[in-house]
């Protein structure tokens, strides 16, 4: 896959990426992930994740790390050993719980995608849209939407807003990429259109 180089200074600095514990059964989904940690390191844009060192998760961390990139990894103390906490190549930060994990990721990203996953990868990309919806937040959310991974959830959003459980005065902005290689594009144009003053809020603790 193709890198991209922004060419003008970006408003992001780091994009918190959501993604599986496992490899899943796709070989799209690891590729994908390594050729967007690697245009990550290229346009200097620090990476959040769960800090595990497994599937999709590990695969992007690495990819970052071996192209000179940087890597925050955040992982709750009781997952450590389940999802082989990844020492040696970014900063590590071991939270108490899960909550204390989110709120970390949230104020240290100033976007969020979401690669292919499973029902952790979900919760935290539909909390980060509930968030969002709420006014809490202005900072861009996309969906990294390899090979389609992500088209049952846009038909269900869809489907909510046909049904006006999602109305104009509960709706959000969702970015939804193909390619890997549309994703940073995407998400800087969302951020350029944000005023810095108006990215992020303070998020509630009972958000959390």
């Not at 992001?12 to 390191?41: E, M, N, Q």
């Not at 990844?86 to 990203?109: C, N, P, Q, W």
């Amino acid at each position: 896959m193709a890198m991209n180089r922004m060419e003008k200074p970006s408003k992001i600095r780091k994009i918190c990426v959501y993604c599986g514990s496992g490899p899943g059964t796709d070989p799209a989904f690891l590729a994908a992930a390594r050729a967007f940690g690697a245009i990550l390191a290229q346009n200097g844009i620090g990476l959040v994740y769960g800090g595990g060192a497994i599937g999709i998760m590990g695969a992007i961390a690495r990819s970052v790390h071996d192209h000179g990139g940087e890597v925050t990894g955040i992982i709750p103390k009781f997952l450590m050993a389940r999802e082989r906490a990844l020492h040696g190549t970014h900063e590590l930060i071991v939270t108490h719980d899960l909550h204390e994990r989110k709120r970390k990721m949230f104020d240290l990203a100033d976007a969020f995608v979401a690669l292919p996953g499973g029902v952790g990868t979900l919760e935290e990309i539909v909390e980060q849209m509930t968030w969002a919806q709420l006014g809490r937040h202005k900072k861009p959310i996309l969906l990294a939407n390899i090979n389609g991974f992500w088209d049952p959830l846009c038909a269900l959003l869809d489907h909510m807003k046909k049904l006006e459980f999602i109305r104009g005065d509960l709706t959000f902005d969702l970015l939804v990429a193909d390619t890997v290689g549309d994703i940073l594009p995407m998400l800087e144009k969302a951020a350029q259109a944000v005023p810095d003053t108006t990215m992020t809020t303070a998020v509630p603790d009972q958000l959390l």
